[in-house]
């Protein structure tokens, strides 16, 4: 293979590389069903109640009256239009404290699929890409690490270093790690001995090079689409913590310590869980459906058939 020929190839597989279907996307999102509306609606919304939460509000989240507890939502006898669903066993506003507690779980779940994508991505691809020793090395961590249910290992290692905000999404994102490291290091083994990266090989390109501008951008689409199944399950783990007391603090409105005061009131105000527990189900169904319809969308083969 001559150096001319070499260095032809490689502004064509920039520009293959570079070109992601962008055509048409809001048709295919349209024609692709009720679902992938509802979903990209209902973040929509989600993520503007945690922004405009201050603005959005009607009450303090915090701020209790006793002479309103246990009050039921408007439409129910005894209720009152200024609290709208409600409020909870000290008085505190239930639509107020959903509002605010949206931010908890988007914040969990897009700041910890940050950390475990970004640690899963480089250890996949120094993995892949090395072999040999580093290989084994890290894949037999990964081993180590999946021997252990995700959940338990997260119990285990709050209950240690204790609860908190910024303890939990350390926790979350790195015991996150090995699903992005394992799903990168396959596409890696694969990618790193086509023809493209031979010629970067062959024209002196560092390693860096190598593995951030040749194989990182044809290994992203599957990490895509595990980062949305991913803030879903950080978003219930979160909640799950919470509601054993190892997660935020319960001064702090989210949805796993609204769900862990109802639990004594299930049977007398099935609004205090019914409220919360709905957010949270329902946004986790959103992006659910959202990683769905995106591992089709990116998936050349699949997106023909939309």
Do not use: C
Request: aromatic share 8%; proline share 6%.
């Amino acid at each position: 293979m001559t150096g001319d020929r070499v260095r032809g190839q490689e502004p064509e597989l920039a520009i293959r590389v570079v070109a992601r279907p962008g055509r048409g996307l809001g048709r295919m999102v349209l024609r692709a069903g009720p679902g992938v509306i509802f979903s990209i609606i209902f973040l929509g919304l989600a993520v503007v109640a945690a922004v405009g939460a201050p603005f959005l509000a009607p009450h303090d989240p915090t701020a209790g009256d006793v002479t309103r507890r246990v009050m039921p939502p408007f439409w129910l006898e005894g209720g009152d239009p200024a609290y709208p669903l409600g409020t909870d066993q000290i008085g505190r506003d239930v639509l107020s404290r959903v509002i605010y507690g949206s931010r908890i779980s988007l914040t969990v779940g897009v700041t910890a699929v940050v950390i475990s994508g970004t640690l899963g991505t480089l250890l996949g691809l120094i993995a892949g890409y090395r072999g040999g020793l580093v290989d084994a090395v890290i894949m037999r961590i990964a081993d180590i690490q999946l021997a252990f249910p995700f959940i338990l290992l997260a119990i285990s290692v709050v209950a240690v270093i204790g609860s908190g905000l910024v303890n939990v999404v350390a926790v979350l994102g790195v015991a996150g790690w090995v699903s992005y490291g394992r799903v990168v290091r396959g596409q890696v083994l694969a990618v790193k001995e086509k023809e493209f990266v031979e010629a970067a090989r062959a024209l002196g390109a560092s390693t860096g090079r190598i593995l951030f501008i040749h194989i990182l951008p044809n290994v992203l689409t599957p990490v895509v689409v595990l980062a949305t199944f991913s803030a879903a399950s950080y978003m219930v783990t979160e909640a799950a913590l919470t509601f054993l007391g190892l997660g935020v603090p319960p001064s702090i409105p989210s949805w796993g310590n609204m769900l862990t005061d109802a639990r004594d009131y299930v049977r007398t105000a099935w609004w205090m869980s019914f409220f919360p527990g709905a957010a949270l189900a329902l946004t986790v169904l959103a992006i659910n459906l959202l990683g769905d319809w995106l591992r089709d969308y990116l998936d050349p083969h699949l997106r023909n058939l939309m």
